[in-house]
């Protein structure tokens, strides 16, 4: 069983989620998809996408993620990642195991702040019986205390092999938004052995419901992913994610290095309004989201304005983040320690009167529409598209629609979005030597 606990926002392709279901926010006409969606009787929505593959994928996806967490049970949904595969109530961890290797498939368990996703992956004629462990994995845990307990080594590996790349990124998130969206993708250190097997029964209970809940498949019809869906044994109880509000602040984290890292961030915008979701995106991409030649520069808004400060080593990028009700827009600037303090300057000077020209906006619309254009031609992102989209917005686009929804953006939105960022208050996170890094205050 594998568990990825680095889909983070931030550091995958942003098509998955949060353009793709932007868009689909907005508008779904008829036919304007290849994917078939439906909510059936017991309130999950089901997607299918027959693309005529000999490799069938299917996911239970739930909204069930940090963000769902409390004060008390924070890391919860990092050791759900963990559990998957442990025994359940009619499945040991072996047969899940054995059977899974033997029918030559593949079962993940993947999550990001607003849910957690169990995906099969396997050949059209084993798809019948994998289909019953996917089930087992998803649905039908038990959490046995001597096997969660069993988990803890690696439990603590992860928690404590968190790459300084990924771990700035959850601290631009706890300085905005604190609770919410501000807890972890990843346990903290105090949580590793405190979270028991009821606890974990109990989050599962709330949160693993038909209304939120989405069985998605690529390479089957609508008709087997409905049978399939419809008996799965989850209660149908509504339930709601909690405002996460939109905060600011600063985090710093000393760190033996040489160099620093820097995070700097405003709110941005959720997937409500799809226009603005898009808009946000191709002020990403216009502003620069790194070098598009392998060695080569860039020529970018970001890259003028931090090269004005003569240092010549640096790497900086710039990222957008949507997610249901709010977002994330900012920089990351990692540089040699004794040079940060001018280079974080100049990033916070550029994010409170960001230049941006037609040019720019014409080459972000182009790097967009490349970004969702190459979801299609990649089966594994495509699946999570269709189901992130099914899964908060009931309706499913196609990356064709999508990218004739980024066409209609115009310059005067982009430079709208510039100075929505201008104008929001900053957070601030930094990791490594920061002895240099001047605090937020000095921004």
């Not at 392709?13 to 290849?34: D, E, L, M, V, W």
């Not at 501000?182 to 709330?206: C, D, M, W």
């Not at 931090?306 to 240092?311: A, F, R, V």
Request: aromatic fraction near 6%; charge should be positive.
């Amino acid at each position: 069983m594998a568990c990825s606990a680095m889909r983070n926002p931030l550091l995958k392709n942003p098509t998955i989620r949060h353009y793709a279901a932007a868009a689909a926010a907005q508008c779904a006409p008829c036919g304007a998809s290849n994917a078939d969606v439906k909510v059936l009787g017991n309130k999950i929505t089901v997607a299918a996408f027959d693309n005529a593959s000999p490799l069938t994928q299917v996911s239970i996806i739930f909204k069930a993620g940090p963000r769902n967490e409390t004060y008390e049970t924070q890391g919860i949904s990092h050791l759900l990642r963990i559990c998957a595969g442990l025994t359940t109530n009619r499945s040991s961890t072996f047969a899940v195991t054995r059977n899974i290797q033997q029918l030559g498939g593949e079962l993940t368990a993947i999550g990001d702040r607003e849910s957690i996703s169990y995906t099969l992956k396997i050949t059209r004629d084993n798809l019948a019986t994998a289909l019953n462990f996917l089930e087992d994995v998803a649905t039908r845990q038990v959490f046995k205390p001597w096997e969660v307990s069993d988990e803890t080594p690696r439990f603590r590996h992860e928690v404590s092999n968190v790459p300084e790349t990924v771990r700035l990124v959850e601290l631009i998130y706890k300085a905005a938004y604190r609770e919410g969206l501000g807890y972890s993708l990843f346990s903290p250190k105090r949580q590793i052995g405190k979270i028991n097997s009821e606890t974990l029964s109990h989050f599962v209970a709330n949160h693993y419901t038909g209304p939120r809940c989405a069985v998605v498949g690529s390479g089957i019809c609508l008709n087997e992913i409905e049978s399939f869906a419809t008996g799965l044994s989850i209660s149908s109880q509504e339930g709601c994610n909690p405002i996460s509000k939109y905060m600011g602040g600063e985090i710093r984290k000393e760190r033996n290095s040489e160099l620093a890292s820097v995070a700097l961030a405003v709110e941005g915008t959720g997937l409500k309004n799809a226009k603005d979701a898009i808009t946000f995106a191709v002020l990403q991409k216009a502003v620069g989201d790194g070098p598009k030649v392998k060695w080569g520069s860039c020529n970018t808004p970001l890259y003028k304005a931090l090269c004005s400060t003569k240092q010549d080593l640096f790497a900086a990028v710039s990222f957008n983040a949507s997610h249901s009700d709010t977002g994330l827009f900012g920089i990351i600037i990692s540089a040699p320690a004794d040079s940060a303090s001018a280079l974080v300057k100049a990033g916070a000077d550029f994010l409170k009167s960001p230049n941006i020209s037609d040019c720019d906006v014409a080459r972000g619309k182009a790097a967009l529409k490349v970004s969702v254009l190459s979801v299609g031609d990649n089966p594994a992102l495509l699946h999570e598209s269709i189901g992130q989209q099914a899964l908060f917005f009931g309706s499913v686009l196609s990356p064709g629609a999508i990218a004739a929804e980024i066409d209609k953006i115009t310059t005067a939105d982009v430079q709208k979005a510039a100075c929505q960022v201008a104008n929001g208050k900053l957070s601030m996170a930094s990791i490594g030597n920061l002895s240099n890094v001047p605090y937020l205050q000095q921004l």
